[in-house]
Structure formats: structure tokens, C-alpha cells
């Protein structure tokens, strides 16, 4: 009984130390041609901090990455991709950001809409729903915090550190949870006709210049001209 008592006096004290700093993670995924994700865990509480830095093989800058791809994998959907992946410590502000891009057909996937040349972007957003743990006594949920269909998330203006202006699917998870969990999905500055459906965040941007050649039918005239004229002068020479 005494055993039990301590244990639960313990537990009790060990997450009032967490919360007490209001700790927070915050996650950033910017939607490009690639999504750049950013995790910001900040206001650690320092011996979580010092707990998590002696943890390297259980938490690194692949930890997260590789979970996501597991679990995509798990579902089918192997044309996706991690890069650049990195883990940044800031011992004076007990913070840490994990940072990498995610790629490929089953998470980002464009098509075109040939009557207005515009690109549409089809984003895939539920890899955010894993677990990971940060040390061996604690882990975080994100299937929990953020199980909700970005559908259903607030649409809102972000505007970055320099003042610009993005649309972005923000959610803010507020039941019980070491650390006080938000997320956004940024879109860029020239997405337009933007919607939901259930996970998946659609918009449409303009096309690049290579789009346009590539779908112009200009492009097959010419190649055409270019192919009887090579045709012509073949005979020429074989005169």
C-alpha cells in the first residue's frame, strides 16, 4: 500500500513539474512543392530536457521521420519521402526543434485544371497521427491531440516573423496533455480556391513556367516542325 501511495505521489509530481513551466509543442508543416514540418518543443522542464538529450537512440532527428514513414507504409502508400532531417538543442531556453521535409506522390499530389492552367495541390495530412517518445517515462500522442479532420480545423491568416500573410488550418488541442499541443498547415501566399476534405487540404496555385510548355499545345507543333524539318534535311543529305 505504501509502495502504491509513493508511485502515485511520484507520478503526480513528475507531470506538475512538466506542466507547471507550461511546456508546448507546436507543429509547423509549410506546403510547397515538398511539406517542410517543424516541431517546436518549448519550456521543457530541465530534467525532462537533460532526460531527453541522454536519449539519443530513443529520440534523434530521425525518431520522428521514420516513425511517419513506418506508419504510411503500413497503410500502402510507399511513394513518400523524408529529407533533411535535423535536431536542434537550445540549452538556455530548454527548447527543441525537430525539422525535415516530407515529399512524394502519396503525400503532396498535383494535377492540373485545364481550363483555368492552374495547379492543384491534393495534401495529405493525417501522417501526423503517430507517437513518439521522448524518453523512456514519457510520450506524446498526436493521434490524440490532433485526430480531428483538418476539415474541421479553424481556417485562419498566418502571418510569419516577416510580416507575411499565408492561409493556413490551425488546431489547438486543450484536453490533458504533458505539453500544450498546436498545429498548423501553411499553405503558400498564392494558393487559392482552398478547401478540405476530411484530411486532405486542396488548393490551387499558379503554374510554373515549365508547367505551361509542358501542356501547351504549342509545345507538340513545334516539336512536329522540328521533326519534319529533321526529316527534310536527312533526305537532303541522303540525295
Known amino acids: 500500500m505504501k509502495k502504491l501511495i509513493a508511485m502515485s505521489l511520484f507520478f503526480f509530481l513528475f507531470f506538475t513539474l512538466i506542466t507547471s513551466v507550461n ?23 530541465s530534467t525532462i530536457y537533460e532526460r531527453i538529450k541522454e536519449h539519443e ?30 535536431l536542434v538543442f537550445d540549452d538556455a531556453k530548454r527548447s527543441i526543434q525537430a525539422r525535415f521535409h516530407l515529399s512524394g506522390s502519396d503525400i503532396l499530389n498535383f494535377t492540373l485544371n ?6 492543384i495541390c491534393y495534401a495529405r ?12 517515462t514519457l510520450s506524446l500522442d ?8 483538418v476539415a474541421q480545423w479553424k481556417r485562419i491568416n498566418y502571418t510569419d516573423p516577416q ?7 490551425y488546431y489547438n488541442y486543450t484536453g490533458p496533455s504533458p505539453f500544450d499541443p498546436l498545429c498548423y498547415f501553411i499553405l503558400p501566399t498564392t494558393a487559392t480556391s482552398v478547401r478540405a476534405i476530411g484530411d486532405t487540404v ?38
Open 23 to 45: 511546456a508546448s509543442v507546436t507543429i509547423q508543416a509549410t506546403i510547397d512543392q515538398s511539406i517542410y514540418v517543424v516541431f517546436n518543443f518549448e519550456n521543457i522542464n
Open 57 to 86: 537512440a530513443l529520440f534523434n532527428s530521425s525518431t520522428i521521420p521514420k516513425i511517419i514513414m513506418k506508419n504510411l507504409k503500413n497503410q500502402n502508400l510507399t511513394y513518400a519521402a523524408y529529407h533533411n532531417p535535423e
Open 114 to 119: 485545364k481550363a483555368t492552367m492552374a495547379k
Open 125 to 136: 495530412t493525417d501522417w501526423r497521427k503517430f507517437s513518439v517518445n521522448l524518453t523512456d
Open 142 to 149: 498526436f493521434k490524440v491531440y490532433f485526430g480531428t479532420p
Open 163 to 169: 510580416k507575411r500573410t499565408y492561409s493556413a488550418y
Open 202 to 239: 486542396i488548393f490551387e496555385i499558379p503554374p510554373s513556367l515549365e508547367d505551361v510548355l509542358l501542356n501547351s499545345p504549342f509545345l507538340i507543333i513545334s516539336a512536329l516542325i522540328i521533326v519534319n524539318i529533321a526529316v527534310f534535311l536527312y533526305r537532303e543529305v541522303r540525295k
